[in-house]
């Protein structure tokens, strides 16, 4: 458990570092809180020549509104999210799932930015980001542009991050007042990876569901959005009937691999009672 | 007297003697970072050694080439095989009379096997060299289970074994048997089975688990050419044993050894054995001429370090219908991994286990146990418990559920129907031991009033009702846990390692002012020995707890010990410190006679001093005591005042406790809830309270771990894949259920202090506790027995083979 050697960078802006990221090529890595990175390295699964440090730039810090949209800039640290009182106002799913996150040692480093372009489909942060509707901003030495989280997960540690690219941004339109919200999440201990997630984000009207949408965690090789099962619950009042169809539709685009969590078949059975959960608790603090 | 003269009261408590909760001395320098581990040891021109592994479980060894691995800057050597052939080390003898490989020797036998040892001037550049040295295997097939290890077509593990008929422990009865141990009169038993109205059988198994402490195993190996010594700073609970281990194999003179035991940061069993890294080291240093420091990472530790349990335990009980139990037969297949590195007295193969009669009064039993190799990590050690007594404990207490539920009759009543009882003790077991003392019908009383055993009962039934009617999805379940360890290992007439018997010792020494210091032949790895030897030695002769110094682990100035583990330190050592603190206070009675002008036989020990009987005023402090002891003793009287003892106990321990645990579990997502967990420990006179609640807590938190998910597991071809704290379950003060602790008093009638130990009961208790509150909550819908360890997705796998999830 000893990182191979590395150079180390600390560029003072987006510029210096996609410049530096460009130059070094492949075997240059961002380091944002280090918290998946560095394990990797110490395990020698990942040994980037160089690694581009985004403390230098202040730039990146920071949560603010925009309009309807609440931004947070990559190197915002999970425990910046639970400190937030922007946060807590408009996105309280949000603080809800940072504190599920590791424990605070791992929360005072580890980032929004590293998080979400991390790729592995066990963080939290993506599929919470695509119930959202949430856009990630991206710089690079083509210019910036922006790629909606849905759009970003390709595959277990690939995404749509292009040679160079910086993520520099994540943005959301904070939902609608009034709204439900609930992320339930399976795991054996403080500090584990979910067994399986469930994001709700969802509006009642007249005691049925308006609008609803779902993200899945660590239930396939990407985060996922399960468009059938939140279609199952709208206009319904989520009776035990809508609840099981929801749980089905989700568990049938799960595909998650056994590990020491437990088999194929228990991971989707408890992705399915995750959701379920979370619709519930979502509709009940829905006003 | 006036008013300012300290009451008895007073006096007493200023000893911080034996009863009182006197807070740890040593934590004063753990809390601020002051500790001094191994990992702190720097020495001058000091050397990084780390290895090369097995990627393999098992498989020939063609070549190994270190070419590549010497250009990288910072490496100066690769130790392998061969070089340390050069000076007979390629293999060392393990504790239990095997032997076992230094480095891979023409083959390796387990995942994560130590195949070279890269050595450089920094962890880093060891590292590196690591990935350059370029090993060529031929995979062989593996053997991963045990219950085929013995089959015709096994695959031959220990070439170096073909042909030896006979092992340590006696014949093999195939080439990867280790030993047959067999106890207990067998026809005595089968006739008991064949006579009972009730008989009950399961294959019990106990998960391979591993101690895991939080600092792990490590050492600085410094050897000196010019006066051909050799000084080995290491995680050792036994250093004394290694000291004699190093004698005897590297062939340096024993008093050219200091090996010196720093800090410690948990032992737990894992620090008992001797491991590659310390060999390397040693050879490294003797090769390089500079010191050589090893230390193992996480990975390292729970793969290749010694492991604990792995047993495989076929259980049968015998017992009249109306719940009297007549036999029990057991038979264990022990899976030891790729050698026999088991960390027991050396005549006992699988340590204490025939302990395993438990609590019960069993007219017979009769218990064989088989060793087997496998391809995994060698071992096992005593995880926090005398020699297999925790498997033991598990195995007879799951076995009392299993016939309770079989006669249909509440586990609680079965066990009392079936306790020794006081006025038995010393009780001869069927198995051969003689318990020293118990009062376990009063102790599981006191656990069933305190815990409201019979309402929780009552709930239990409403819940299983709800239940059954769908209005609910949790089921309820009670655990109980009636256990007898064994420990304080041992009396020379049954255990010694290596020919050593398993004696301990201490040595006192006051100085002129009333203070002093005690060096003891054990050796803390957290225990707080420097807090608790000295209150033994405070009430014993009468000075301060604060005044006495206790010293550990350095064998150049501790008297031989047999170190620390199988909660041997206080029966044991804690027994020499108190014969040590007599033979101090005889002699000070014979000083204070002289100076009181009065016959010795006229003195009483009052407190803090002698006193003349019937002459209140004539009264001399042991601190005047010591005082004279440097300047006016009496005429023909050696002049000092210290004292040796090495005591050989008569007998073990048997501490014993009632514990119970109460859980609720989802089915629906296997999820569970401790609510409840009672432990009451009779550990015989209790010398520091709160350490003792402090031992318990964290022997349950073990506990809690290992029977809920704890496990060191192998997939079907032989890799490790819990290698880690993300698989490796270690509980955070999140998961840790509240503990409630109890206690009730029987002291040990043959213990100088009547102590019995107390280190290791919560752990060898609790994992039943927990074991039988899961099967309980699960035995409603139908099941008998369910293995651990118990996490969220097997217990839900146990709801779904039950019926009870879609
Ligand atoms: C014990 C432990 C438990 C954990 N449990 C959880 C958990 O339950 N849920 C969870 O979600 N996470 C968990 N984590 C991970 C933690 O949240 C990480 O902090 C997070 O995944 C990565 O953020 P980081 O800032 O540490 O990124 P880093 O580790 O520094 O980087 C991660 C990856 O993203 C790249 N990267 C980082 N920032 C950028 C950027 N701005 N633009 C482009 N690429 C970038 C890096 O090059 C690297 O490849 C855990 C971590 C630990 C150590």
């Known amino acids: 458990m000893i990182p191979g050697s590395f150079n180390y ?3 003072a802006s987006v510029a210096d570092a996609v410049k530096l990221l460009v130059n070094l090529g492949e075997d240059a890595r961002p380091l944002a809180g280090g918290h998946s990175l560095v394990p990797m390295m110490k395990l020698r699964l990942a040994t980037p020549a160089h690694l581009i440090d985004l403390h230098g730039i202040t ?4 949560i603010s509104r925009d309009g309807g949209n609440v931004v947070i800039g990559a190197m915002t640290t999970q425990h910046d999210l639970l400190a937030s009182e922007e946060i807590a106002r408009s996105a309280p799913i949000l603080h809800e799932t940072a504190l599920l996150i590791a424990d605070p040692q791992v929360r005072y480093r580890g980032t929004i930015g590293g998080n979400v372009a991390n790729g592995d489909p066990g963080n939290d942060m ?15 030495p083509g210019g910036v542009r922006d790629v909606a989280a849905a759009d970003f997960y390709q595959g277990a540690y690939f995404t749509a991050l292009e040679p160079g690219e910086i993520l520099t941004s994540v943005s959301f339109p904070a939902p609608a007042t009034g709204h439900g919200c609930a992320y339930e999440k399976l795991k054996r201990k403080v500090g584990d990876y979910a067994t399986a997630a469930a994001a709700v984000v969802l509006t009642m009207a007249s005691g049925k569901v308006a609008t609803c949408s ?5 239930v396939h090789e990407t985060p996922l959005l399960a468009t059938d099962a939140a279609k199952a619950v709208i206009g319904t009042s989520l009776d035990a009937a809508s609840l099981k169809k929801a749980a089905a539709a989700a568990s049938a685009i799960m595909a998650p691999a056994a590990d020491a969590r437990g088999p194929v078949e228990y991971r989707k059975h408890v992705g399915g009672i995750m959701v379920t959960r979370a619709l519930q608790r979502a509709a009940s603090v829905a006003k | 007297m006036n008013d300012l003269t300290p009451t008895r009261e007073q006096r007493t408590a200023a000893l911080e003697g034996m009863g009182c909760k006197r807070k740890r001395v040593e934590d004063i320098r753990f809390t601020q970072g002051r500790g001094n581990y191994v990992d702190d040891v720097k020495l001058p021109g000091m050397l990084h050694g780390d290895f090369v592994r097995s990627p393999h479980p098992h498989a020939r060894v063609k070549k190994i080439d270190d070419s590549e691995a010497l250009k990288v800057p910072g490496v100066l050597a690769v130790i392998t095989a061969e070089t340390l052939k050069t000076v007979n080390l390629a293999w060392m003898p393990t504790l239990a009379g095997d032997v076992q490989m230094v480095l891979a020797d023409g083959k390796v036998l387990f995942q994560n096997q130590e195949v070279a040892f890269v050595v450089a001037t920094d962890r880093y550049e060891a590292d590196d060299g690591i990935n350059k040295v370029i090993v060529e295997y031929e995979a062989l097939p593996p053997l991963v289970d045990p219950f085929k290890a013995m089959d015709a077509d096994a695959p031959v593990l220990r070439e170096d074994l073909v042909g030896k008929t006979i092992g340590a422990h006696g014949p093999r009865k195939h080439n990867n048997h280790i030993f047959e141990w067999t106890v207990g009169d067998k026809e005595m038993t089968d006739a008991a089975f064949k006579k009972a109205d009730v008989t009950i059988k399961e294959m019990i198994s106990y998960h391979r688990t591993h101690p895991s402490p939080l600092e792990t195993c490590q050492c600085v190996c410094s050897f000196d050419k010019i006066k051909g010594e050799l000084t080995i700073y290491g995680t050792f609970q036994a250093p004394h044993v290694i000291r004699t281990v190093v004698a005897l194999i590297a062939k340096i003179p024993e008093h050219k050894i200091h090996v010196i035991a720093p800090d410690i940061g948990g032992g737990f069993g894992n620090k008992v054995g001797a491991y590659p890294g310390y060999i390397c080291a040693a050879v490294a240093s003797i090769v390089t001429g500079k010191p050589v ?35 029990l037969r057991v038979h264990v297949l022990a899976d030891h991994g790729a050698f026999d590195a088991c960390a027991d007295p050396s005549k006992w193969p699988a340590g204490f286990f025939n302990i395993v009669t438990g609590s019960y009064d069993f007219p017979t039993a009769h218990l064989a146990v088989d060793g087997v190799y496998t391809n995994k990590a060698p071992g096992g050690v005593a995880y926090r418990c005398s020699f297999r007594v925790t498997e033991a404990a598990y195995c007879i207490e799951r076995a009392m559920d299993i016939l309770a539920q079989k006669l249909n009759m509440d586990p609680a009543e079965l066990r009392l129907k079936n306790f020794i009882k006081a006025e038995q003790f010393p009780y001869h077991s069927a198995l051969g031991w003689e318990y020293d003392s118990g009062d376990y019908h009063t102790a599981m009383r006191k656990m069933m009033e305190t815990t409201g055993y019979a309402a929780l009962r009552k709930e239990q039934a409403e819940k299983r009702a709800a239940f059954k009617r769908g209005e609910t999805r949790d089921i309820m379940g009670l655990g109980i846990s009636f ?7 041992g009396p020379s007439k049954n255990c010694d390692i290596l020919g050593i018997a398993m004696f301990d010792s201490c040595e006192i020494r006051m100085h002129p002012t009333g203070a002093g210091i005690a060096r003891v032949g054990s050796k803390s ?7 608790t030897w000295a209150q033994i030695i405070a009430t014993e002769i009468g000075i301060p707890a604060d005044n006495i110094m206790v010293e550990e682990g350095n064998t150049d100035t501790a008297p031989y010990g047999l170190g620390t583990y199988g909660s041997r330190s206080t029966p044991v050592a804690g027994a020499a410190i108190a014969m040590a603190a007599r033979k101090i206070k005889a002699k000070a009675q014979m000083i204070a006679a002289y100076k009181l002008e009065v016959h010795e036989d006229d003195l009483e020990f009052d407190i803090d ?33 210290e004292a040796v003892s090495y005591y050989d106990p008569p007998n073990m321990t048997y501490p014993f406790g009632a514990y119970l645990c109460v859980m609720d579990i989802d089915v629906d997502t296997g999820v569970y809830k401790v609510r409840r967990f009672y432990a009451l420990d009779d550990c015989g006179t209790r010398i520091n309270p709160m350490i003792i609640e402090g031992q318990v807590h964290g022997g349950l938190t073990e506990a809690f771990a290992i029977a809920m998910g704890q496990e060191i597991r192998y997939d079907e071809v032989g890799n490790v894949v819990t290698g880690s704290f993300m698989d490796f379950f270690m509980p955070t003060a999140v998961e840790t259920p509240h503990w409630e602790t109890d206690f009730t008093v029987t002291p040990s009638p043959h213990h100088p202090i009547g102590a019995k130990g107390v280190g290791e009961s919560p752990n060898v208790g609790g994992v039943p506790a927990f074991s039988n509150a899961v099967n309980d909550a699960f035995s409603f819908l139908g099941s008998t027995h369910i293995q651990m360890p118990h996490d969220f997705w097997r217990n839900w796998k146990a709801a779904k083979d039950l019926g009870a999830v879609a």
Request: some cysteine; charged content about 20%.
């Open chain 2, 293 to 327: 420091k090893w230390v193992e990472d996480r990975i390292e530790n729970l793969t290749a370090t010694s492991f604990a349990r792995d047993y495989h335990m076929t259980t049968e009980v015998a017992a009249t219908k109306d719940g009297k139990v007549t036999g």
């Open chain 1, 126 to 140: 993506p599929a919470l980001m695509m119930t959202l509707g949430a856009t990630y901003r991206l710089e690079g």
């Open chain 1, 59 to 62: 730039a990146l810090k920071g």
């Open chain 1, 9 to 11: 960078h600390r560029p």
């Open chain 1, 214 to 218: 779902i993200g899945l965690t660590n």
């Open chain 2, 525 to 531: 790895q957290g225990q707080g020995h420097e807090t």
């Open chain 2, 483 to 489: 256990f007898t360890e064994i420990v304080g290992a």
């Open chain 2, 609 to 641: 001093g002698f006193r003349v009987r019937g002459l209140p005023e004539k009264f001399m402090s042991m601190k005047d005591i010591c005082w004279a002891a440097y300047n006016s003793v009496p005429p023909g009287m050696e002049p000092g005042l």
